[in-house]
């Protein structure tokens, strides 16, 4: 959320009050991966990077709205295409090193940025980190890091297109997902939010576990924990969702009704940043427990059907049971068999109400 005492032109200036955090942070996680071209990268650029829309690569707008208008159409030109050839790719192995690639990455990242946000708090405190209302952290480590963030967001449109060449559906949360986010990252580099850490930090962890599954049941794998990523999701949109309407209540409540002073509630961005923030995260929240209740449902018919097709099975088993002149010796037996019917029959051929073992 931009400029409170500071314009937006002022980054250079925010820039010279960066905490004295490690430049190194990235590099030593880098290297710790082994990915070595990522630690060798200049540090005197991460240390002073700036996101500049026009200058920084990437932050263009109007090549934003051009990239997703083209993600869209590269989709539906994929899809006719693999129509037209009358059968899917076969891109296992593919689809095995994007998502092994994309999980690393991401822990590559989600540890660097927790190295620098605690190199943050260490030196500021929380609130300086969660709300920055002097503009402090508006350039330098952490910003770099938002801008990797935001281009992997880039290479993820990959998953969408692997989809289409493989023939495989592609549902309108996922398309709109990955459209929706590469908005939502620039929107937050363009507005300098305060917040934005936060659903940053914890979508990579997601990512991390994400990929690493798809990764992994594309080996063949059976993953027992799938049913945990949806709920995983959920939470990770309230707890972001709730983070980012928390740092705009406080900068409304300093700046526009001046209850609280500005510089320290005054949480550093822009209104029209926060705005598109919470819009598209509440939307993601909104999406994703519509198909968590569908992913229930789901398993309640499911799990109707099979008990249906139980119910099924055993009546025939009792009809043959009785074509064959056998009936249950006790009510036990009935019980234990599931067959209900069983229990009048039995009381009618031994006495209602009386077992064996307790005469």
């Given at each position: 959320?931009?400029?409170?005492?500071?314009?937006?032109?002022?980054?250079?200036?925010?820039?010279?009050?960066?905490?004295?955090?490690?430049?190194?942070?990235?590099?030593?996680?880098?290297?710790?991966?082994?990915?070595?071209?990522?630690?060798?990268?200049?540090q005197?650029?991460?240390?002073?990077?700036?996101?500049?829309?026009?200058?920084?690569?990437?932050?263009?707008?109007?090549?934003?709205?051009?990239?997703?208008?083209?993600?869209?159409?590269?989709?539906?030109?994929?899809?006719?295409?693999?129509?037209?050839?009358?059968?899917?790719?076969?891109?296992?192995?593919?689809?095995?090193?994007?998502?092994?690639?994309?999980?690393?990455?991401?822990?590559?990242?989600?540890?660097?940025?927790?190295?620098?946000?605690?190199?943050?708090?260490?030196?500021?405190g929380?609130?300086?980190?969660?709300?920055?209302?002097?503009?402090?952290?508006?350039?330098?480590?952490?910003?770099?890091?938002?801008?990797?963030?935001?281009?992997?967001?880039y290479?993820?449109?990959?998953?969408?297109?692997?989809?289409?060449?493989?023939?495989?559906?592609?549902?309108?949360l996922?398309?709109?997902?990955?459209?929706?986010?590469?908005?939502?990252?620039?929107?937050?580099?363009?507005?300098?939010?305060?917040?934005?850490?936060?659903?940053?930090?914890?979508?990579?962890?997601v990512?991390?576990?994400?990929?690493?599954?798809?990764?992994?049941?594309a080996?063949?794998?059976?993953?027992?924990?799938?049913?945990?990523?949806?709920?995983?999701?959920?939470?990770?949109?309230?707890?972001?969702?709730?983070?980012?309407?928390?740092?705009?209540?406080?900068?409304?409540?300093?700046?526009?009704?001046?209850?609280?002073?500005?510089?320290?509630?005054?949480?550093?961005?822009?209104?029209?940043?926060?705005?598109?923030?919470?819009?598209?995260?509440?939307?993601?929240?909104?999406?994703?427990?519509?198909?968590?209740?569908?992913?229930?449902?789901r398993?309640?018919?499911a799990?109707?059907?099979?008990?249906?097709?139980?119910?099924?099975?055993?009546?025939?088993?009792?009809?043959?049971?009785?074509?064959?002149?056998?009936?249950?010796?006790?009510?036990?037996?009935?019980?234990?068999?599931?067959?209900?019917?069983?229990?009048?029959?039995?009381?009618?051929?031994n006495?209602?109400?009386?077992?064996?073992?307790?005469?």
């Amino acid at each position: 959320m931009a400029s409170n005492t500071v314009p937006l032109s002022g980054v250079a200036t925010a820039a010279s009050v960066l905490p004295n955090s490690d430049p190194d942070v990235f590099a030593l996680v880098a290297n710790f991966f082994g990915l070595h071209h990522l630690a060798a990268v200049d540090q005197h650029t991460i240390k002073n990077f700036r996101f500049d829309v026009g200058v920084t690569p990437l932050s263009s707008p109007l090549g934003v709205a051009l990239c997703v208008v083209s993600y869209f159409a590269i989709i539906k030109s994929l899809q006719a295409w693999v129509r037209a050839r009358g059968k899917p790719f076969n891109l296992n192995w593919f689809v095995i090193v994007h998502n092994s690639l994309l999980s690393i990455g991401s822990a590559v990242l989600w540890l660097s940025m927790v190295a620098e946000l605690l190199l943050i708090y260490n030196s500021h405190g929380f609130w300086s980190l969660a709300c920055d209302p002097l503009g402090k952290h508006v350039a330098g480590p952490i910003y770099f890091i938002y801008f990797v963030n935001y281009v992997f967001k880039y290479v993820e449109l990959i998953d969408t297109f692997l989809l289409a060449l493989r023939g495989k559906p592609i549902p309108f949360l996922h398309s709109y997902h990955h459209a929706a986010t590469l908005v939502l990252c620039w929107s937050q580099l363009w507005a300098q939010s305060c917040i934005q850490w936060l659903p940053i930090v914890i979508n990579l962890l997601v990512h991390v576990v994400m990929y690493a599954y798809y990764a992994l049941h594309a080996m063949g794998q059976d993953i027992w924990w799938k049913k945990h990523l949806t709920t995983g999701q959920i939470i990770q949109f309230i707890v972001a969702l709730t983070g980012c309407i928390l740092a705009f209540g406080s900068r409304v409540a300093s700046l526009q009704l001046h209850i609280l002073p500005v510089d320290q509630y005054g949480c550093w961005g822009t209104s029209g940043g926060a705005y598109v923030g919470i819009a598209i995260i509440a939307s993601y929240l909104y999406l994703f427990i519509v198909l968590y209740k569908k992913m229930y449902a789901r398993k309640k018919v499911a799990a109707a059907k099979r008990a249906e097709t139980a119910a099924s099975t055993a009546e025939k088993h009792l009809t043959n049971g009785h074509s064959n002149g056998h009936t249950p010796r006790t009510i036990d037996e009935a019980v234990a068999n599931g067959y209900a019917k069983h229990l009048s029959q039995f009381e009618a051929s031994n006495g209602a109400g009386r077992r064996p073992h307790q005469e």
